[in-house]
């Protein structure tokens, strides 16, 4: 029982150690990409939203990137290991902002939601569901 006990645990063990150091291998290809702010309010919906965001992103490893809206590329850097600028958008809905590298893979992407100010009018219950009368 107890030899059964030392043997889960160095399994154990060694499957954590192999999980590092393939998370450590992934670490160095990351991305990351930040857009301030990350909401914008409209009183109605259907109301377009115009807005300045911020967009900064960052890589371990000099990069060929470009940043989109939807499908529609905003900016593009060469060769950078971080990236800010800030940007002019229109949104209709929530958008879903991607950064790519050269060949057109995905490295990061973040998403703007648009939040409506006015709540949606609801009819206001006479009296309480749970009454006998």
């Known amino acids: 029982m107890r030899f ?37 309010v409209v009183k109605s919906a259907g109301e377009s939203c115009q807005m300045t965001v911020t967009a900064q992103w960052q890589s371990k490893q000099p990069i060929n990137a470009c940043l989109f809206q939807q499908q529609q590329s905003l900016s593009c850097w060469q060769q950078q290991r ?30 703007v939601k648009i939040n409506i100010s006015q709540p949606v009018k609801y009819r206001r219950r006479l009296r309480a569901q749970w009454s006998l009368f």
Do not use: H, W
Not at 83 to 103: C, V
């Open 4 to 40: 059964n006990y030392l043997l889960l645990m160095l399994g154990m063990i060694l499957l954590i150690n192999v999980t590092a150091q393939a998370s450590s291998q992934q670490n160095n290809e990351t991305v990351v990409l930040t857009i301030k702010p990350l909401a914008c």
């Open 82 to 111: 971080y990236a800010s600028q800030q940007l002019n958008i229109s949104l209709q809905d929530d958008m879903l902002f991607t950064l790519k590298n050269s060949s057109g893979k995905v490295l990061a992407s973040q998403r």
